[in-house]
């Protein structure tokens, strides 16, 4: 009796710290990004208006992004790229910091400083339509080990290429 009292106490033991390992890689693998980086390639669309009479107004926005996740839920958000409203063209290239806390599935960012190169000529009121001052919430999920898929509400947005 002793010794199968000794055999299930072991496997119960077992099954703990297997148990255990399962929920730590999970948590670990949904909340930390720390230290990643990953590189997407993304085309927006900024509509000024929904009125056709001033659909001249509209931007069509494509630009490289890389994410570069820091430890202690930070990081920084390149952005370069090319911005056409069919008239002028707008060149982006810009660092902007970025903290970020996970709130179930989601993740919301929070934008901060952003430090412009003297060729950005992108229009403010253009990056806040689409990189908000306040917050943004993605879902970020692994689509394999070397891809993030970023995603709104409602639909995916873009993959996120992760660097070694």
């Known amino acids: 009796m002793e010794k199968k009292l000794n055999i299930l106490s072991a496997t119960l033991v077992g099954l703990c710290v297997l148990t255990g390992s399962v929920v730590y890689s999970l948590v670990r693998s949904h909340h930390g990004f ?4 990953c590189e997407a ?4 669309n900024y509509f000024n208006s929904l009125d056709a009479q001033a659909a001249h107004d509209d931007i069509q926005l494509s630009l490289k992004i890389n994410y570069i996740f820091l430890s202690g839920d930070k990081g920084v958000m390149m952005l370069s790229g090319l911005a056409n409203d069919g008239e002028e063209k707008y060149f982006v290239n810009r660092r902007v910091n970025f903290s970020y806390v996970s709130q179930g599935s989601f993740y ?3 934008y901060g400083e952003v430090n412009y190169s003297p060729r950005d000529t992108l229009p403010d009121e253009v990056y806040t339509y689409f990189f908000s001052t306040e917050s943004t ?3 970020i999920r692994s689509v394999d080990k070397n891809t993030l898929m970023f995603s709104d509400a409602y639909s995916p947005m873009f993959l996120c290429n992760i660097e070694s």
């Open 137 to 139: 919430f993605y879902h």
């Open 34 to 37: 720390g230290d990643l980086s």
């Open 41 to 44: 390639n993304a085309t927006f």
């Open 108 to 110: 919301r960012f929070h």
